[in-house]
């Protein structure tokens, strides 16, 4: 968030104070509304089971870690590594089909 080369962003809601508390300290305008994205997903996107994935183990990791866990020789039959940076909606077809989720 750090360094944002825009100012032109009309903030509607943050998830927290520490949020706002760091943008404003970049400069942008933001409201004391709070709350979680994820509440909205169901009203936006219904996941896809992938029939595949139903006995893995998902692994989800940070984005900065994410290269870390692809050159490791994991499982394949045990585990699932799902990239962070792919379509949100392939994310979450991805987390709703697998057993478990380690992130």
Do not use: Q
């Not at 699932?80 to 478990?100: Q, R």
Request: proline fraction near 7%; include cysteine.
């Amino acid at each position: 968030i750090r360094g944002i080369k825009t100012k032109n962003l009309k903030i509607l809601a943050v998830r927290g104070p520490l949020t706002k508390k760091i943008l404003e300290k970049e400069g942008l305008n933001v409201p004391n509304i709070f709350g979680d994205p994820a509440l909205f997903l169901p009203k936006l996107y219904t996941p896809k089971k992938i029939l595949l994935l139903n006995d893995k183990i998902g692994i989800l990791p940070h984005i900065s870690n994410y290269k870390y866990y692809k050159n490791k020789n994991l499982n394949l039959e045990k585990y699932y590594l799902i990239n962070p940076t792919d379509k949100f909606t392939n994310v979450l077809d991805y987390i709703f089909s697998c057993k478990y989720i380690i992130s």
